[in-house]
């Protein structure tokens, strides 16, 4: 019945350990409280870096093994993330299971915040998608393991303005890759998802005369694009289909697949949606094969995580955002890498965070 991994892996129950060799995980916390109606899991990837941080999603899953799914790939995820951009973190993710609009609540969270005190700092969590820091804030009434709160409370607040920063540092060391100068004046770029992230990219982008380009199921937000940014509102199918520049994904993710690659007709994919393609070595190989720059996610849009961390350290905006603008350097060092090892971006990043991984397990292999 069961199977498990965080590409490809197919979840089910009695192969969990099995699954877990392949993927590689430490921990995974299974939690449920009947009375606030919690269903929650919470993955640890690695924590040779540090305490895995990684925040906490809020989604309404069609069955539990994409649930348990969705925190493998996302908890790997935050790992290299936090390696290639030199955090001393490692990387960990939650899913909560329901409808963040009906079903979350005060108790709810706090339940879950008792949950993660359990893990005694192994775990530290933020907000992510369908949660937000003032969820972070009743979570903090249970366990200080918990990152992203407002700033009235010491925090970063709202990540998402930094997360899109370092988005568009990336795009623009990708159109450096590309075309041999960094600008984007005149470009064209299509941004599918204009949630926190995707909106403040669209306003860079504009402000650097780029032709934009947007898709969301969020009416307003569309509206609102338009009305500031003059952008073209087009479908999710539609935008698959234009001839640009530049496509950056910001919704969720394998968006990079087998039905959807053939359909791409531009030169650079380079935005902020976790885990874009569906199967790291075949998807990112045929973007390889065909030519297009791709910027791997986890390094992309580690704005976020970089304003988390800098929390530990009594939080100022401005040394967060100059260490995102760092992923721009970062990428293209990564791209350099991918050519001298004949690898697609995504493998070359993952050796990238791999190396540090395992030169830190040196470090630490004594007290």
Not at 4 to 10: D, K
Not at 178 to 191: H, Q
Not at 250 to 258: F, T, V, W
Not at 290 to 310: C, E, Q, R
Request: charged fraction near 20%.
């Amino acid at each position: 019945m069961a199977e498990i991994q965080t590409q490809n892996v197919p979840v089910t129950t009695f192969d969990l350990f099995a699954g877990l060799e392949t993927t590689q995980h430490e921990q995974i916390v299974f939690c449920q409280d009947h009375a606030t109606g919690l269903k929650a899991i919470i993955a640890v990837h690695n924590t040779v870096l540090g305490p895995g941080l990684g925040g906490t999603r809020m989604w309404y899953y069609a069955h539990e093994k994409d649930a348990v799914r969705d925190a493998l790939r996302l908890s790997r995820g935050m790992t290299y993330k936090a390696s290639v951009a030199g955090l001393n973190l490692g990387g960990a993710k939650a899913v909560i299971i329901g409808d963040p609009k009906t079903q979350k609540s005060e108790a709810l969270m706090r339940k879950f915040g008792r949950f993660v005190e359990n893990l005694n700092g192994k775990y530290i969590t933020a907000e992510d998608v369908g949660t937000t820091t003032r969820d972070m804030e009743y979570v903090n009434m249970e366990t200080d393991h918990v990152v992203g709160l407002p700033e009235s409370m010491g925090g970063g607040g709202d990540p998402s303005p930094v997360t899109a920063y370092g988005v568009y540092m990336g795009i623009k060391s990708s159109a450096k890759q590309a075309y041999g100068n960094d600008s984007l004046s005149g470009k064209s770029v299509a941004v599918m998802g204009i949630g926190k992230v995707g909106m403040h990219l669209c306003e860079y982008l504009h402000k650097e005369g780029v032709k934009l380009y947007v898709a969301d199921i969020n009416e307003g937000a569309l509206k609102y694009a338009a009305d500031h940014f003059g952008a073209t509102v087009v479908s999710n199918d539609d935008m698959l289909n234009l001839e640009v520049d530049i496509f950056a994904p910001c919704a969720l993710g394998a968006i990079l697949n087998d039905n959807t690659l053939p359909k791409l007709k531009c030169q650079i994919i380079a935005g902020a949606a976790n885990n874009q393609l569906e199967d790291e070595n075949i998807h990112g190989n045929i973007l390889r094969e065909k030519g297009i720059i791709y910027a791997p996610d986890f390094v992309i849009n580690a704005g976020g995580l970089i304003n988390v961390y800098s929390e530990y350290n009594g939080y100022v905006r401005e040394q967060a955002m100059a260490q995102t603008e760092n992923i721009y350097n970062t990428i293209l060092d990564i791209y350099k890498m991918a050519d001298v090892h004949n690898l697609n971006n995504q493998q070359a990043a993952i050796k990238h965070a791999e190396k540090r991984i395992h030169d830190m397990m040196l470090v630490h292999s004594t007290y």
